[in-house]
């Protein structure tokens, strides 16, 4: 199979901002309290600076995800990977700013009115890595302790 | 967007099947000895009962699986959704059946010739849930305790 050159990594930056913009779905790492871990696909709305993900909030991600402050997941394919590792603030019904619950609700659906209760979760980038394939390795760190690098 | 109809049980079993066997990377948890997650892209290979899967043994990935017995990944898309949760053999160089490391080198590549000694898991499915849409999420458990619904 023939491999594309490497892209530089102001390439990679602007691909991923536009995925972040224009994507839609994460894959979404978790882990329960024995350190089980769980892997799930959670929508998602970039807002230039953080990303709003909800989930109904009893579910095993949704507790998941609540018992903890960080979080990471993968956006895109496997051979076009973008690792993301953020701050996670959580959210339920009752605490969710109306601006970011109408955000979400703009681009995806109104999780508000799901028949079970939606917990809600603003994640901040801290740590982003980008690649396609093996030839890509070397440079796939983007951003360190939330700042960009390139 | 328009949303296909829900496909049959059987339909999502013979698609699971053909993914396993035409597939070659799985978004795969894993989670350390904290309980903080993790998720990564690693090549598999399924012989019609098992998957293999390898990664460097030193790493984050390769020393989180290793101290686990069971493993859960994604393989396809994230509205084309295969979850795979299996139980997991964890070799070393030192341990690896040689048809094993055959089996992973015919279809991938020669781990075993690696810079970084490779670790090699095998996973024997014990459920599995496949489902695209909302109108899916019904009926998307394929297999549970090791034997197939459909």
Chains 1, 2 share one sequence.
């Not at 799930?40 to 709305?45: D, N, Q, R």
Request: aromatic share 10%; net charge negative.
């Amino acid at each position: 199979m023939d491999i594309a050159p490497p892209r530089s990594r102001q390439q990679r930056k602007a691909d991923t901002l536009a995925r972040f913009e224009h994507g839609e779905d994460a894959w979404v790492a978790s882990a329960d309290a024995n350190g089980e871990a769980y892997i799930t696909p959670l929508s998602y709305v970039w807002d230039g600076a953080t990303f709003v993900m909800s989930t109904v909030e009893a579910s095993l991600t949704g507790r998941n995800l609540a018992a903890r402050g960080r979080v990471r997941f993968a956006i895109g394919e496997t051979r076009d990977v973008i690792i993301v590792e953020g701050t996670m603030e959580t959210f339920t019904l009752a605490t969710v700013p109306t601006d970011l619950a109408d955000a979400f609700a703009a681009k995806l659906w109104d999780a508000r009115r799901d028949p079970e209760p939606p917990a809600y979760f603003r994640v901040t980038p801290r740590r982003i890595q980008a690649w396609r394939e093996v030839n890509e390795l070397t440079g796939r760190l983007l951003m360190r302790d939330g700042a960009w690098l390139v």
